[in-house]
């Protein structure tokens, strides 16, 4: 199923129900919140619902309903009732939020109630009775997308925010909320249909395409209109990725060498388990740390051997396949202790990896002693540690960005637009057929194929907007929120 704006809704026609879900975290706290959203919204909380004043209203039909339905964005104090047996559950805060000023552009009603699991899920237990339906994962927001409030970025831009670890990664969710990424898709779609309007007119009006546009005016309005603006978002995908998803660095090393000590350094706490046995770590332990508020995904390992052990051999395997995934390796080596046949071995596993070499217990050896290293590690990034006295940490954290981001500045400097992988592979294919049509015209191809790969351009565009997507990827999408938003 393909949605075009105006199909979009047709879509929601399919389900007009109203929709009910608790929008706050489950336990104990001030306040929860009950949210409800659809035609029925207004009705539904006015059946359960009895002002402060009108409690007593034996006509059982508070003039709330009345009230509910003339002024938008109010908040009324009252109770909520059980009708059937004329109960108080709580007392509550409901405000009311008419269509389409509302976030999903449909009446929406919020109830806040005591938060405790019990009572929420009492009231949402009547809120249900009385007529709606639970809300699915993220539905709320995708009637707004629907509705046509928000385009896909900014809906996606929702669950960025919740999830957001870091301030830099909030930063790039609001920019997108706010529609930081639509309005740039925007403007190279209006030039792109700009385009292809030149072009079909010479299409259809070919004795006077010379009048129309000249060969290099076209690929030079393409290249510097729409392939450009492509390319730098593709770029501002690579450069920001880190920022949001953080760097992923695998601690690796024999047994024993200090790679948990040195974890724990890296993450500040005493995550992981350290002894003075060999094979004490044997599964990975992964913890998020931050280095100038870049998120670091660091992972411990098995110390890597050769062993009998079945336990640590599983270990030792995960740990190869987990070198392949991550984007940097800390080579962990015992400074006391000469090298051994392990920690070449070990080398040779990560040879082909962005690595930074750490010889760590340097408190046992005097300031100027020099480790006896082969000639081929020299090249590699080194720093002297001490995990036991939590010493070389922050020249470790240093070379860690140095190392990971080639251009830490650029990274620090890019401004707020952030494309997430969907949005860059479709803006990928935007740009190929782009590139396509622009060696087309230099080909002197006929229009009617350039053309052709011009609107593939659009439709790819479309997609990161979400005006022409596919059903399950908007599925997709939206399974990755919570209840309730
Ligand atoms: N002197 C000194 N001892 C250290 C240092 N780092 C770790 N140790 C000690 O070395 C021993 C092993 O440390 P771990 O951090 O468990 O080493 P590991 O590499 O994780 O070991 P496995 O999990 O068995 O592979 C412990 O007794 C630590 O206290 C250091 O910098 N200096
Ligand atoms: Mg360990």
């Given at each position: 199923m393909s949605c075009s704006l105006l199909q979009r809704a047709s879509i929601l026609k399919m389900d007009q129900a109203t929709i009910a879900a608790i929008a706050t975290p489950t336990g104990s706290s001030g306040i929860g919140i009950i949210k409800i959203s659809g035609e029925d919204s207004i009705s539904i909380a006015a059946s359960i619902f009895r002002r402060s004043g009108f409690l007593s209203d034996e006509s059982g039909q508070p003039s709330l309903f009345l009230t509910l339905h003339e002024k938008s964005h109010q908040i009324f104090y009252g109770h909520i009732v059980d009708p059937k047996r004329d109960i108080v559950l709580d007392e509550v805060l409901l405000s009311v939020m008419l269509a389409p000023r509302s976030y999903t552009r449909e009446n929406i009603v919020e109830i806040n109630a005591h938060s405790g699991a019990v009572v929420l899920n009492a009231v949402l237990e009547l809120v249900l009775q009385q007529g709606a339906r639970l809300a699915e994962p993220g539905e709320f927001t995708k009637r707004a997308f629907l509705n046509g409030r928000i385009d896909l970025t900014q809906a996606e831009a929702v669950i960025d925010i919740i999830n957001a670890k870091t301030t830099q990664a909030l930063e790039f969710a609001t920019n997108q909320i706010k529609g930081g990424l639509r309005k740039s898709i925007e403007a190279v779609l209006n030039s792109l249909n700009d385009i292809i309007i030149e072009v079909d007119a010479a299409i259809d009006f070919p004795d006077e395409v010379g009048e129309i546009f000249d060969k290099e005016t076209l690929q030079e309005k393409l290249q510097t209109s729409v392939a450009e603006p492509l390319s730098d978002l593709i770029e501002r995908y690579k450069r920001t990725k880190m920022l949001k998803n953080g760097i992923k660095t695998v601690i690796v090393g024999r047994p024993n060498v200090g790679k948990s000590s040195l974890m724990n350094c890296l993450i500040k706490k005493d995550r992981v388990i350290v002894s003075e046995?060999?094979?004490?770590?044997?599964d990975f332990i992964e913890e998020v740390g931050l280095i100038k508020n870049i998120p670091i995904v660091f992972t411990d390992t098995a110390g890597l051997h050769d062993t009998d052990d079945r336990v640590e051999t599983i270990g030792i395997n995960k740990t190869y396949e987990y070198i392949e995934s991550a984007e940097l390796v800390l080579f962990v080596v015992d400074m006391s202790d000469s090298l051994t046949e392990e920690d070449h071995q070990i080398y040779k596993k990560i040879e082909y990896k962005k690595k930074i070499l750490v010889m760590n217990k340097s408190d046992l050896v005097s300031e100027t002693f020099l480790m006896d290293i082969p000639?081929?590690?020299?090249?590699i990034d080194r720093v002297k540690t001490s995990a036991l006295f939590n010493r070389g940490i922050d020249e470790i954290e240093n070379k860690i960005l140095d190392t990971a981001i080639q251009d830490p500045e650029g990274v620090y400097n890019i401004s707020s637009i952030s494309p997430n992988l969907r949005h860059k592979d479709a803006v990928e294919r935007s740009l190929n057929a782009v590139s396509t049509a622009i060696a087309g015209i230099a080909d002197e191809l006929s229009l009617a194929l350039v053309a052709i790969d011009l609107k593939e351009a659009v439709g790819a565009l479309e997609e990161v907007t979400g005006s022409s997507v596919k059903g399950d990827v908007l599925d997709q999408i939206f399974s990755r929120f919570c209840i309730g938003k």
């Open positions: 046995i060999p094979g004490t770590t044997r000639s081929q590690w020299e090249t």
